[in-house]
């Protein structure tokens, strides 16, 4: 059955497998230095690049919509659906780890839209406290949510004392329970709290291919607001989300931002925004004009620039690096919450560079680590050996 005949199911989290990344585009990546010291000459492209512009936000907004996260809340209300039809027998506790960098609360959205009781949180200070965590009255009917178990826990000494007792406490309900976690999250509690035992066989997003990122964005960019409207590629005038007979996309563009984005929808709906730019028809090579047919001068036309690269610190800047781990372990933290878990990490300028660098965000007093920049910030840590979530 495809995706478009019936609904999408979450995956069982060790069946998540990042879309790979083409061959070709590895080898630019990782060559492009290189073959630049060659000075070859290039062919005039399609549309230069110097009569390129980042598109406004309205233009934005308009082709590349918010929220970030596509279809997954309907996924994730198909699973919960099919999980509650099999749930007598089963266990009564539905786990859906998720990869980091989801600013969209896409376990809280959807349990609020379907009117299911959501558990708040702890204020995150109480979390070090010396006294014993006091849970409010878990029983009741209907589904209980926790959308953000990393809420409940501070990588601290004295940090896993509430989210203990709130696995124990939901490990004797006698009521559905859906638990929502990020996946660097997930590592560190099964670690440290035996959590992954407690509650088996965890589900996540299957992770979007290049079809899946087509049928997303097509579905993104078609509405009254945007018109007849094609996303062209600044070399060649190639249309990104053309077709070919049996309905894959015809070039690879979309290919490679499915490996790029690790299969992340968040990631790829950041990447794909960041990437689109407006241009003059004066900026068009003569000899490519042609290549735009007499039934497509009316379209507009949006100009899909490279895929932004990030370069992470280096493994010998050891504070940057622990302190992008603790910000993917925990979601956004504010200074002071960030040295209680990395003492001295804010010491002198880690945030400020890393802000800078691009790597993280800043929403009020809170820093977190920018959806564009994971899988930089992956990589990264992965080559450093810090332990890494499975999505």
Not at 56 to 79: N, S
Not at 202 to 228: C, I, M
């Amino acid at each position: 059955m495809s995706e478009t005949e019936g609904p999408v199911f979450l995956i069982p989290l060790d069946d998540a497998e990042t879309p790979p990344v083409p061959k070709e585009e590895i080898a630019r990546r990782y060559l492009g230095r290189l073959i630049a010291l060659f000075h070859r000459k290039k062919s005039e492209p399609f549309i230069a690049d110097d009569k390129l512009h980042c598109a406004t936000l309205k233009r934005l907004d308009e082709v590349v919509a918010p929220p970030a996260c596509g279809p997954v809340l309907a996924e994730i209300g198909a699973t919960v659906g099919r999980w509650l039809d099999r749930q007598p027998g089963g266990s009564h506790i539905l786990t859906v780890v998720l990869p980091p960098c989801d600013e969209n609360a896409v376990i809280k959205t959807w349990a609020s839209e379907a009117g299911h009781q959501v558990l708040a949180p702890p204020n995150r200070q109480s979390l070090v406290a010396a006294e014993d965590p006091m849970l409010p009255n878990l029983t009741g009917s209907g589904i209980l949510v926790i959308p953000r178990l990393e809420d409940w826990f501070l990588r601290h000494r004295d940090g896993l004392r509430a989210v203990r007792a709130l696995l124990a406490a939901i490990d004797g309900l006698d009521r559905p329970v859906v638990v929502g976690c990020n996946a660097w999250a997930w590592a560190y509690l099964a670690k440290a709290t035996g959590a992954d035992a407690l509650l088996p066989d965890a589900v996540t997003v299957k992770p979007f291919d290049a079809l899946r990122l087509h049928g997303w964005f097509v579905q993104l960019s078609t509405s009254e607001a945007t018109g007849a409207l094609r996303f062209r590629l600044p070399a060649d005038g190639e249309d990104v989300l053309a077709v070919d007979e049996a309905g894959a996309p015809r070039n690879d563009y979309l290919r490679k931002l499915a490996g790029r984005s690790l299969g992340i929808p968040w990631v790829a709906w950041h990447l794909w925004r960041r990437s689109l730019r407006t241009g003059d028809d004066a900026g068009i090579a003569e000899d490519a004009k042609a290549a735009i047919s007499d039934g497509e001068a009316s379209e507009q036309t949006l100009w899909v620039a490279a895929l932004d690269e990030y370069l992470l610190p280096g493994s010998d800047d050891g504070a940057a690096l622990h302190a992008l781990h603790a910000l993917l372990i925990h979601g956004p933290l504010t200074r002071e919450e960030l040295l209680v878990v990395l003492p001295g990490v804010g010491e002198p300028n880690v945030l400020p560079v890393l802000l800078r660098a691009g790597f993280l965000e800043r929403k009020g007093d809170r820093f977190g680590c920018r959806a564009a920049a994971y899988p930089a910030i992956r990589d990264g840590l992965e080559a450093a050996g810090f332990p890494a979530g499975r999505v």
